[in-house]
């Protein structure tokens, strides 16, 4: 969230980045309702201060027996118990209103990322690998392990209709293989610490990261419902949970409403979990095979740093997403996400895109990871800071990255490591959490 301070003092500048995000400028209506929010609050301070020093004021008045007077100040005081509630309610209203418009509007891009308004404006930062040679057409991923018999989007519709799969045998066990995997390599060679955090959180804990209020439609939403005896009849009380679309959520949560030692920074934290999305804004995207799915596996990163590092910690956490796929042996390019194509709360986005050869008219690259820093945005949500060696507490900055996404990950390998017969070679880093098992193969 935008601290309303800074849009005060360079109001020009935020719309200025606002208009590299597409959107027209907000500073106006922005400083107007907080214009009539600090008048509300000065008005309600300034009655309550006026209360207590009539209420003082009458004490003195009936030490000096000046009745009248004293009369005269318990009637202003009476009167200002009734319009009190009203200063404050009115100054209550005035500042969830600010909160409110704020929220909803997101970060704004460093200077250093390119202009564009969608992913045709995205830049090309490098590549790793090239594009394998093979003496066959290859298969879409979906395709091959419907062949296995290892892939099964037919039961999974008649469990939970589409954009599900059931994975068997050969593919189930490759993608715990790549998971665990990931894991591994992050916790023992970057130095995360490995979390395993509730899957479902409270609306606060997807209000902290972004999710809401602007894309609730996205979410998926798990109801508590009791069922309440009141005098006259029933009603029904409810509580509401969102299923994580991301770790990212429950990791970056976890510093929410705290103040950190700076000795503790920069904290690095890792999850495996499943993922859920409604994809409400990708109607008809990618209906075919895994690429898009309402539930997928991810391993997460997320690092909580000072503000003074932040932007080496993206180029660290580029680094280590970057590991997994140079040791499974996947082409891929990193792109620079434009200031039009960025996610809601990130300042600048590297995206991961690996080469699937099955895909499209003669393969294409797909996005796998995104990499983000955050800046303070997140932290001024969840009232996420640090104390460092002065004493006084800032906002932390907060950063995410996939590290990477299972699902797509397991696409890659099997339409990188096909085979004529339709098998998938095992990639060898990937082999010891195969027991061994060099081929995935139809039994």
């Known amino acids: 969230m935008h601290d309303i301070k800074s849009i005060r003092d360079n109001p020009q500048a935020f719309d200025a980045g606002l208009a590299r995000r597409g959107l027209k400028p907000l500073s106006a209506s922005l ?10 609050i000065l008005a309600s301070e300034q009655a309550q201060a006026r209360r207590n020093a009539a209420s003082k004021e009458i004490g003195d008045a009936k030490k000096a027996k000046n009745e009248t007077r004293a009369a005269r100040l318990m009637a202003e005081v009476a009167e200002l ?40 404006g995205n ?25 296995l018999g290892y892939m099964d989007f037919e039961a999974a519709a008649k469990l939970s209709g589409a954009r599900f799969v059931v994975l068997k045998k050969g593919l189930a066990r490759l993608e715990r293989a790549l998971g665990q995997f990931m894991l591994d390599l992050h916790t023992n060679e970057h130095g995360y610490t490995e979390i395993n955090p509730p899957l479902l959180v409270r609306n606060e804990v997807m209000f902290g990261t972004g999710q809401l209020p602007k894309f609730e439609d996205d979410q998926f939403w798990a109801i508590k419902g009791e069922l309440l005896a009141a005098p006259d009849s029933e009603r029904l009380m409810t509580e509401r949970l969102g299923l994580i679309p991301t770790a990212e959520v429950a990791l970056t949560n976890l510093v929410r409403e705290s103040i950190l030692d700076e000795k503790q920074l920069p904290m690095r934290l890792t999850a495996l979990t499943p993922c859920f999305r ?6 008809g995207r990618d209906t075919r095979g895994m690429i898009r799915q309402h539930q997928f596996t991810k391993v997460e990163l997320v690092s909580i740093t000072t503000p003074e590092v932040s932007k080496d910690e993206l180029e660290r956490m580029l680094s280590c997403a970057e590991q997994v796929l140079q040791k499974l042996d996947l082409h891929y390019r990193v792109m620079t996400l434009c200031a039009g194509d960025m996610g809601f709360s990130s300042q600048k986005t590297y995206d991961i895109e690996v080469w699937m050869p099955g895909q499209g008219d003669g393969g294409m690259f797909r996005e796998i990871s995104s ?30 990255g996939s590290g990477t996404a299972v699902g797509r990950a397991l696409i890659a390998v099997m339409e990188t490591y096909q085979q004529e017969d339709g ?8 082999q010891p959490y195969m027991g061994g098992i060099k081929v995935v193969a139809r039994e």
């Open 31 to 40: 400083l107007a309702i907080d214009e009539k929010r600090r008048a509300a």
């Open 81 to 120: 118990k009734t319009t009190m509630p009203e200063l404050e309610a009115a100054a209550k209203a005035a500042d969830e209103l600010l909160t409110m418009e704020l929220s909803a509007i997101p970060n704004i891009p460093f200077d250093e990322v390119p202009d564009g308004v969608d992913e045709h």
């Open 278 to 283: 409604a994809e409400a804004g990708a109607a």
């Open 371 to 400: 990499c983000s820093v955050c800046g303070d945005f997140q932290a001024r949500r969840m009232d996420a800071r640090s104390r460092g060696p002065d004493g006084k507490p800032r906002f932390v900055h907060t950063l995410n």
């Open 423 to 430: 098998s998938i070679a095992v990639p060898s880093v990937l």
């Open 123 to 147: 830049v090309q930062r490098h590549v790793f690998g090239n594009k394998r040679n093979y003496g066959f057409a290859p298969q879409l991923h979906d395709d091959l392990g419907t062949a």
